[in-house]
């Protein structure tokens, strides 16, 4: 199956900083998504995202389905981007391969 | 959009005591069904799938078992628990078309002790 790869293992950072996060997949996909895990446990969707570029606020990602890589990208941090983000990918079958996640904290 | 309820968001249980964990999903038919184990030190296990009633597809084989007798419900069970069952479960749908990604429950975080 497809191996997926985080990078880095973990980040800290100051409130207001920008940060990349970045999804190395083995093979190609059909699916790549985003998630963020907040302190509660909860997995929150950000972005599905097999190829191209997205927004949302603070927040953008990129899949270069081609190099087999995805970047997420937060700008401006806050606290409350704290947290663990995850990136899910899937290729022939339906079942996605979790990375091990970048584990977040900012500092106010 | 499809929701997903999952409960109880928290549960302590003695060892060898019996389990049971629902998900339920609104907002969709005929969902893949999926539930995860999250240990400490956060990697993402999968344990079960299923593509349709009836239909349970296991992943890791250890002390439990998954149904789903209806079409938007998914029941994690263990007939006797043990010490390592301890972790964060998750439930999660997809789309069958799986244009749309993956959305997961809010958990329940198990603790045997």
């Known amino acids: ?108 | 959009s499809q929701t997903i309820h999952q409960w109880p968001a928290t549960l302590v249980q003695p060892v060898g005591s019996p389990l049971s964990l629902e998900c339920t999903v609104e907002g969709t038919s005929n969902p893949n069904l999926y539930w995860y184990r999250q240990a400490a030190g956060r990697g993402l296990q999968l344990l079960f799938y299923s593509v349709g009633i009836g239909q349970i597809s296991s992943e890791v084989p250890q002390n439990l078992s998954a149904s789903r007798p209806q079409d938007r419900q998914f029941i994690l069970s263990s007939k006797k628990l043990l010490l390592s069952d301890s972790g964060f479960y998750l439930c999660a749908c997809s789309w069958k078309g799986g244009s749309y990604g993956y959305t997961f429950g809010s958990g329940t975080r198990l603790t045997v002790v």
Do not use: M
């Open chain 1, 1 to 108: 199956g497809i191996q997926v790869e985080q990078s880095p293992p973990d980040l800290i950072l100051q409130e207001g900083a920008n940060s990349t996060l970045r999804c190395n997949f083995s093979d190609s996909v059909n699916n790549l998504q985003w998630f963020h895990q907040n302190p509660w446990g909860q997995l929150i969707n950000l972005f599905y995202i097999p190829s191209g570029t997205k927004q949302n606020g603070r927040l953008s990602a990129t899949t270069v389905a081609t190099e087999r890589y995805s970047l997420l990208y937060i700008s401006s941090s806050q606290t409350t981007d704290s947290g663990v983000y995850f990136c899910a990918a899937s290729g022939g079958s339906y079942i996605p391969t979790f990375g091990r996640g970048t584990s977040l904290i900012v500092h106010p």
